[in-house]
């Protein structure tokens, strides 16, 4: 199946599209807070590289979180727009998804820095998840990970952990999930908590 999937929930900015069998992957792994700015020439990118038009692709993905909450409402945004426009599904992947689909064999916890000595954290066994997502101390996380691998897409402060690549994750879940495919309208962010701004009200 052809698919555009984006996924601007953290630092880094992925955009990857299926199209008649060709594989195109674009990233940047360090966008920081532009998004907003990097989203369209990057889809432009991978269009223009695979000779692609939109109105042939099956689907459109989204990672929808957890991580940075004007990222994710960024690609959120911008894939209902493409859903809506070409009369397309969508796909809803988590940013757990995008670090775990790189090793199915492993009990794991993939996790994602989530400031102050807290973390996102969402615990997977062969690919299902055995714990829900979930806003952890760093005493908390240590002490129900005991006998699973902690996984992320960068290098922890503090932790051991595995790093794995968000690109190759992204497209594994993908395979893995496409028959999962919804209305746009039923894409929206994941959220483990409350923003700053909703925490301070």
């Given amino acids: 199946m052809n698919y555009l999937a984006v996924d601007t929930s953290n630092k880094n900015l992925t955009v990857v599209l299926n199209y008649n069998g060709k594989l195109i992957k674009y990233f940047n792994g360090d966008c920081g807070v532009n998004h907003s700015v990097e989203i369209m020439p990057a889809i432009e990118k991978v269009i223009l590289d695979a000779n692609a038009d939109l109105k ?32 397309k599904p969508s796909l809803a992947i988590t940013s757990f998804d995008t670090i775990a689909y ?31 997502p979930a806003y952890l101390t760093k005493e908390k996380l240590l002490e129900i ?31 893995h999930k496409k028959h999962l495919l919804t209305n746009a309208n039923n894409l929206v962010p994941l959220y483990v908590r409350k923003s700053q701004a909703e925490e301070g009200r």
């Fill in 56 to 87: 042939d692709v099956d689907f459109f993905a989204c990672v929808i979180g957890p991580g940075s909450f004007t990222g994710i409402r960024i690609g959120v945004a911008t894939v209902k727009a493409l859903c809506l426009a070409y009369n």
């Fill in 102 to 132: 790189n090793n199915l064999e492993k009990s794991q916890f993939a996790v994602i820095d989530a400031k102050h000595n807290c973390y996102y954290a969402c615990g997977y066994n062969k690919g299902e998840v055995i714990f829900e």
């Fill in 145 to 175: 990970s005991l006998a699973s691998e902690i996984t992320s897409f960068e290098q922890l402060k503090g932790l051991e952990n595995k790093v794995y690549n968000v690109v190759d994750g992204l497209i594994n879940a993908i395979e």
